[in-house]
């Protein structure tokens, strides 16, 4: 009886510790330990990172792929939506940087996401995290406000040519700042960039007339356009949109100025290889959807949509398009 309870209770201590040591090191440091399986993911909250203030273009796509996925439950659990504003996305995007391996933290791309990391020194790049899905594309009006004097471009770069113009974008070194800088540079003129925090504060300070001009999507710019509040002289795609026909591009008017900013999601670093692929199976489903496609062409954004390494290798070239046009505006 002696020998049988003996036996008994050694092998529960070696249960207890194999058990154990699934989450302890030797020297007592925890283990991270992937719980979930293609199965059963996802069993947590999503957090969601914007690394820009709330109502800019950034912020609208990304909560609108979140809403499609609660309502057509493609994810199925809670969803947090958080702001983290500040450095040009250097702020979230640093904070996201942290989250590696965590497949419950995603992220939208910007152009920020490229040019931060060109010219300030922080701790991560595009190549810091998983790509997972690009879900269309931007470009950007070149606006006044509508009572301003100016009615074409031309009218801009001539009154330029008298004083030298405030043009304000989100981001400190962005899309925003590049595709004034590349036209200024062929127009011939110089002018001060104001930087903000988030689409709000910059239409503000057009309205008000703190600024002579500004840029912006068609995702936050075509309401003020269509109430009147603000006039497009240029866009810069490479064709005019159906929204506003009669906008011409920067290229009709002799400008070589073109600069689309990616619209995408991002996992952090190292997650699974499974996550990977239910994220980008999820992505396929949104895109899929009538109330995605209805979003890109309420608001002007291109159908253009990568996945997985797809996405990865557009990632390389995006970032070398954003390395020589910022080369080419002397940044």
Not at 33 to 48: G, I, R
Not at 51 to 58: E, I, S, Y
Request: glycine residues 8%; hydrophobic residues 40%; proline residues 4%.
């Amino acid at each position: 009886m002696k020998k049988l309870l003996l036996s008994f209770l050694l092998l529960i201590t070696s249960v207890i510790l194999f058990a154990c040591s699934g989450s302890e090191s030797s020297d007592g440091e925890k283990i991270s330990v992937n719980a979930d399986s293609t199965d059963s993911y996802p069993t947590e909250t999503l957090n969601v990172i914007i690394p820009f203030g709330a109502g800019g273009g950034t912020d609208l796509y990304i909560r609108k792929i979140m809403e499609i996925m609660e309502s057509e439950d493609i994810y199925t659990k809670n969803i947090k939506i958080e702001n983290r504003e500040g450095g040009s996305g250097a702020t979230g995007w640093g904070f996201f940087t942290n989250q590696t391996g965590n497949p419950y933290y995603v992220s939208p791309t910007s152009a920020s996401l490229f040019t931060t990391p060109l010219v300030s020194e922080v701790d991560f790049s595009y190549e810091s995290f998983t790509p997972i899905a690009l879900m269309g594309a931007d470009d950007l009006y070149f606006l006044v406000n509508a009572n301003s004097k100016y009615e074409t471009l031309d009218d801009f770069i001539a009154a330029a040519g008298e004083k030298k113009m405030k043009i304000g974008g989100v981001g400190q070194v962005s899309d925003e700042m590049i595709i004034p800088s590349l036209f200024a540079k062929e127009a011939g003129f110089e002018f001060d960039y104001v930087p903000f925090q988030s689409a709000g504060e910059l239409a503000t300070a057009l309205l008000s007339d703190s600024l002579d001009a500004i840029v912006g999507n068609p995702a936050r710019s075509l309401g003020q356009i269509e109430g009147g509040l603000m006039k497009p002289l240029a866009f810069s795609g490479l064709e005019r949109i159906e929204h506003t026909p009669e906008v011409p591009t920067f290229i009709e008017l002799g400008y070589e100025v073109n600069l689309s900013q990616p619209r995408g999601i991002l996992l952090p670093g190292e997650v699974d290889e499974e996550v990977k692929k239910w994220w980008v199976d999820a992505m396929k489903q949104v895109s899929e959807t009538e109330a995605w496609k209805k979003y890109l062409s309420d608001n002007g954004m291109s159908e253009y949509m990568l996945f997985g390494d797809e996405f990865t290798e557009f990632l390389n070239k995006t970032n070398e398009t954003f390395k020589t046009s910022l080369e080419d505006t002397d940044k």
